[in-house]
């Protein structure tokens, strides 16, 4: 059974990959990750050992989230803040939408957020006349082409600087340049503007502490201490799993997640907010509200074999090391978290009815499962996930069929040598009578972009065995 998004995924996928041009970007932007992640590695005493610790915060966090959330909730509320528990998409959007419309919202400005990229808050709010701006760079750029983000932590990756000059020029009108400062000269200038007439900030939250009941927020650009601070409404979203038990984990996962996302030792800001602005303070906003998402959480929760996938702190590492990530790029997986975690964490977020096929874009080759900080199994997920698949009747009867005389084949050596005598004979045969039709139709998948191995006269074990004599 071939689903609308299994289908659309081949055909993207089909394109990307015999795209050259954008394999390159692609390469050098994830290289470039991957070489500035090996160099942070380095600095830290024992990488390994600081990967181990973050695991065991967020298993800690995940597996008591009961608890830690309720006591968040406690924190926040006794620093006179606002929580609000949104079990789906659609409860979180009309919180929002309400508060806006209520508190005489036109304009927000939202620093990068990956969550409410997946609740789809942008176009909700757009629908009742507020104007939303995006403040991260690349979030601003991909907002500018109307696209959504590449790629969970850079999300304009797919793009080259004459690509962005062109669209500036286009957009922002006046700018004619593709020198990189000015370019961020001229988003600096449009920003500003919307960073000092908006009425609300909008921000995701890297983790939630409950000890503390602050919210932590890393950037790069500094846009996520003016989205909170500026506006007189500051509205934090985040997963239920962003939150730890203590101030000090941040100590390892600060560093941690900044290694493995982008190389570097310490994210430029970090920022930890603890409510609305208090009597006696210079800023910060009259109001703050923190929403809960679960969206399909609590259920993910329940799984005891896949449960860890909540542990991810959203590097993106594991898009980097990936193969299929690097050929097919973020958009063809046509969902809002790609790549290994995309994979697995979808089929859960979305059903596995629809989305089973990105269990299958991966080769299983363990990249991802090495470089997460947070040492999450993601290939055996995936495998898992194409189990969960098979057993739900989404594997189509050829590929079923396929299985079961697999299955048969190698379970006696005799039927296995057997079997491949006749699949050589039969593949030699078929192509040297040039015949083929349907039957050879798999293999010209395979072999459209690639050259078809010589099918040899004689099986391995009679090879070696003419080679190094029976034994
Ligand atoms: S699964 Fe691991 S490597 Fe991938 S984004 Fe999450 S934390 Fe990073």
Avoid at 11 to 21: G, N
Avoid at 246 to 266: F, K, R, S, Y
Wanted: aromatic share 8%.
């Amino acid at each position: 059974m071939t689903t609308a998004p299994a289908a659309e995924f081949l055909r993207r996928a089909a394109e990307k990959a015999s795209d050259l041009d954008h394999r390159q970007i692609i390469r050098r932007g994830t290289d470039s990750y991957d070489a500035a992640a090996a160099r942070g590695q380095a600095r830290f005493s024992d990488w390994q050992a600081a990967r181990e610790r973050c695991q065991r915060v967020k298993w800690e966090a995940v597996n008591h989230l009961d608890r830690y959330l309720l006591e968040f909730e406690q924190r926040v509320k006794e620093h006179g803040g606002h929580v609000f528990w949104a079990e789906t998409a659609e409860d979180a959007r009309k919180y929002i939408a309400d508060l806006a419309t209520s508190r005489g919202v036109r304009k927000i400005v939202k620093s990068k957020s990956m969550v409410t990229e997946e609740i789809h808050l942008n176009s909700a709010l757009e629908k009742l006349g507020i104007e939303v701006f995006e403040t991260d760079l690349g979030e601003f750029i991909v907002q500018l082409r109307n696209e959504p983000p590449y790629h969970i932590v850079t999300p304009a990756m797919h793009l080259t600087r004459g690509q962005i000059a062109a669209l500036f020029k286009e957009k922002l009108g006046g700018i004619d340049t593709d020198d990189p400062q000015k370019l961020v000269a001229a988003a600096r200038v449009a920003l500003r503007r919307a960073f000092f007439s908006a009425e609300m900030g909008i921000s995701g939250a890297n983790f939630l502490v409950a000890d503390s009941g602050m919210i932590s927020i890393t950037t790069n650009e500094g846009n996520g201490r003016l989205c909170t601070t500026l506006p007189r409404i500051h509205v934090a979203l985040a997963g239920i799993e962003k939150v730890i038990p203590h101030l000090q984990d941040l100590a390892v996962l600060w560093p941690t997640l900044a290694t493995a996302g982008t190389g570097q030792a310490i994210t430029s800001y970090n920022t930890l907010i603890g409510g609305p602005r208090r009597p006696g303070e210079a800023d910060g906003p009259e109001e703050f509200h923190v929403v809960l998402v679960d969206n399909g959480r609590s259920e993910l929760l329940t799984d005891a074999e896949q449960r860890e996938v909540l542990h991810c702190i959203r590097c993106g590492a594991c898009l980097n090391a990936c193969p299929v990530f690097r050929n097919v790029g973020g958009h063809t997986y046509g969902t809002t978290y790609q790549g290994p975690i995309g994979s697995v964490l979808t089929t859960h977020l979305r059903g596995m009815s629809e989305f089973y096929h990105l269990s299958y874009a991966s080769s299983l080759c363990g990249a991802c499962t090495e470089v997460c900080p947070v040492k999450i199994e993601l290939h055996h997920h995936l495998l898992q996930n194409r189990r969960n698949s098979v057993a739900a009747g989404n594997a189509r009867l050829r590929e079923r069929l396929a299985f079961k005389i697999w299955r048969w084949t190698v379970m006696d050596a005799g039927r296995f040598r057997l079997m491949g005598w006749f699949a050589r004979k039969t593949l030699r045969t078929v192509h040297s009578l040039g015949l083929g039709g349907s039957f050879l139709d798999p293999m010209r998948q395979w072999t459209k972009y690639r050259a078809a191995p010589q099918i040899p006269r004689d099986s391995f074990r009679a090879l070696w065995e003419k080679k190094n004599g029976a034994n």
